[in-house]
């Protein structure tokens, strides 16, 4: 339930894009982390398939990462951006262990004519308790051809109020949001490295509450079986997992699934979204661990 809505005017004119690089924008890079950090308003509504009447599984509580886990002090994963048989884009991810909290930023950027014609620059913000897997905020900056959105969510845990700023730097309009949050959460981004650290054995399933927007929602990881995987980086035994969710960003975006490695480690190689309109496919170019 929402309990505060402010909406001011920057000042500055509203502009439009076009259905057709709506589309090209989704197409390409729109499915960002396989739709985890999919903009709800940009182009959603017109991809999304009809609604069902479901039954929403409880929140649950969130479980903290194994102590026996070891998250890298420095590590940073570069993905190329495939869809079909076309690479669209490049996403990057920065990963440090600072004291107990494991700060995460993200980009993903169009290349090539694809850049040219309307170019996509998103960059993300995150980071999560290494002891506990509570997240310590989300920030998004979404520039993608003429629309530019940033905005920050943060997590009061202590009152168990998460807020949501959010400024829209072409039309000049700024709305603050807040709303009750559990005492303890993951967000869009710290989810899939919160993951790593869980127990991944092939036919269960392993749940989570994750902030998506002004709601929690619970996210399943469907452990679904071992498969190699070939990638610019090497090649990997690997655990195939596919999150789902009843409501929420991943709901009704078509099948996801995340490939980690059949170790300790549990690095995610290979990312794939397949849509209605296409498949999306992130494949591991190279990891730096300094």
């Not at 509504?45 to 420095?74: D, G, K, M, S």
């Not at 596919?242 to 990312?271: C, F, S």
Request: include cysteine.
């Amino acid at each position: 339930m929402v309990l505060e809505k402010v909406a001011r005017p920057l000042g500055g004119r509203p502009t439009a894009v076009s259905a057709t690089l709506v589309f090209l924008t989704i197409a390409l890079l729109g499915g960002f982390l396989l739709g985890w950090l999919w903009p709800q308003q940009a182009g959603a509504q017109f991809f999304r398939r009809p609604e069902t009447a479901v039954v929403q599984r409880p929140i649950p509580v969130l479980q903290p990462p194994p102590i026996t886990f070891l998250y890298p002090q420095h590590e940073t994963l570069t993905y190329s951006v495939d869809w079909r048989v076309f690479t669209t884009g490049m996403a990057v991810f920065h990963l440090d262990e600072v004291g107990d909290v494991l700060k995460i930023s993200a980009t993903a950027d169009t290349i090539g004519a694809v850049n040219l014609l309307f170019p996509v620059v998103d960059g993300f913000q995150s980071g999560f308790n290494v002891k506990t897997g509570c997240s310590t905020g989300f920030d998004k900056q979404t520039q993608e051809g003429r629309r530019k959105i940033a905005s920050d969510m943060s997590f009061d845990y202590a009152n168990g109020k998460q807020t949501m700023n959010e400024r829209n730097l072409v039309k000049g309009t700024e709305k603050v949001l807040v709303t009750h949050i559990p005492a303890c959460v993951t967000d869009s981004l710290s989810a899939m490295f919160y993951a790593q650290s869980q127990t991944m054995t092939p036919g269960q399933t392993f749940y989570f509450p994750l902030a998506d927007a002004m709601r929690t929602v619970t996210v399943g990881m469907k452990v679904e079986d071992r498969e190699e995987i070939k990638t610019p980086a090497g090649t990997y035994e690997t655990i195939k997992v596919q999150p789902t969710a009843d409501e929420g960003v991943v709901k009704n975006r078509g099948r996801i699934w995340i490939w980690y490695t059949d170790d300790d480690r549990h690095l995610p190689v290979q990312m794939q979204a397949s849509l209605f309109w296409g498949t999306i496919t992130f494949h591991l170019q190279s990891v730096d661990l300094k």
